[in-house]
Structures are given as C-alpha cells and as structure tokens.
C-alpha cells in the first residue's frame, strides 16, 4: 500500500506561482514513477507531468511545458511541482499518483492516487 498526501494549493493571481507537495509513505519503492494529474470541472483528470524517484524520466503535458517544472526529493519521499506563469486554464484539482509504469502518460496507468489539493488561478 502507498498513501499520498497533497500539499500547497491554494489561490493564485494569473502570471503567480505555487509549490505543490505530494509526500509518499508505505511501499513507494514498488512504485517507481510518479505523476500530477489535474482535473478542471466537467473535465477529465489529465496528465500534467511524472518524474522517477531518482529525478529522472521527466515528462510534461504540452500545456505546461516550460512552466511547470517536476521534482523529488527520496530523503522525505516527497515529489513536487514547481508551477509558475499560472494561467487561468491551469485552475483545477491537482492529483498525486504512483505508478509502475515507466512511461506514464494516463490515469488508467496509475495504481495509487492522492485526495487532491485544489489551485485556483483568478485574473
């Protein structure tokens, strides 16, 4: 089993930036991706961006690429998304999730699943 516990949204003007934290605990070393999803009202949960525990395996949606940027840290099994030039479309619920699937792109692919931290960008 593995719990993920999302931290750091909140509200945000356009053009700001916010930090999110997912921290990890239980058996994170089977899971060896991980992934932030989001979902905006009415809308599917999309991917936003993974990373590998070792930091490397970075990917990005295109919608985010160039703003958003994805780490870990193992000593605290926490991975974060740095998330700045906030747009309006970037408002939504934000997902942790881990996967074994190196090349993580959907949420079909995800075993294990955050609450969600919301982040909304206002004008």
């Known amino acids: 089993q593995v719990r993920l516990v999302e931290s750091g949204g909140g509200l945000v003007e356009a053009g700001g930036s916010l930090r999110l934290s997912c921290a990890a605990s239980?058996?994170?070393?089977?899971?060896?991706?991980m992934g932030w999803f989001r979902q905006a009202p009415g809308k599917e949960r999309e991917f936003v961006a993974r990373?590998?525990?070792?930091?490397?395996?970075?990917a990005y949606a295109d919608s985010v690429r160039g703003r958003f940027t994805i780490s870990t840290d193992n000593a605290k099994n926490t991975v974060f998304l740095q998330m700045s030039s906030l747009k309006l479309e970037d408002t939504a619920v934000y997902y942790c999730?881990?996967?074994?699937?190196?090349?993580?792109?959907?949420?079909?692919?995800?075993?294990?699943w955050g609450q969600g931290t919301q982040v909304t960008v206002s004008s």
């Open positions: 239980g058996r994170t070393a089977k899971w060896s991706t």
């Open positions: 990373v590998s525990w070792n930091g490397a395996n970075t």
């Open positions: 999730a881990a996967s074994s699937v190196y090349d993580l792109r959907t949420k079909e692919e995800c075993e294990y």
